[in-house]
């Protein structure tokens, strides 16, 4: 008659092999190209005119979030892009930031 042998006895291995490779992972997992900086906060009009003056990025995309607060995308001819997210207070931060931006055409009739 076969031996009857808890999952727990089977799986322990495995889970423990899991977690070793997860750790190992994210041991050797190349640092990020890009340092994140602290968050950076301001009247939406001043980072606006900073981003335009600094960076010569424009708007390029807005949308709301619920009812507290809108998101921003802009944009630089160079490529660089700002995310900002502004309250209803009217104080804007700067939730992330990038290079290489690039616009996705979208083909009506297909999918996407």
Known sequence: ???FIP???LFRPALAGLAL????????APASSQPVPPQRCAAHDDLRDFLS???????KSIGVIGEAAVIEVFVA????WTILVTRANGNSCIVAAGHSWEDIPIVL???T
Request: glycine share 8%.
């Open 1 to 3: 008659m076969p031996r």
């Open 7 to 9: 999952y727990r006895t």
């Open 21 to 28: 490779l997860a750790a190992s992972a994210a041991a050797v």
């Open 53 to 59: 003056s600094r960076y010569k990025e424009q708007p």
């Open 77 to 80: 001819e160079s490529g660089t």
């Open 109 to 111: 009739g297909q999918a």
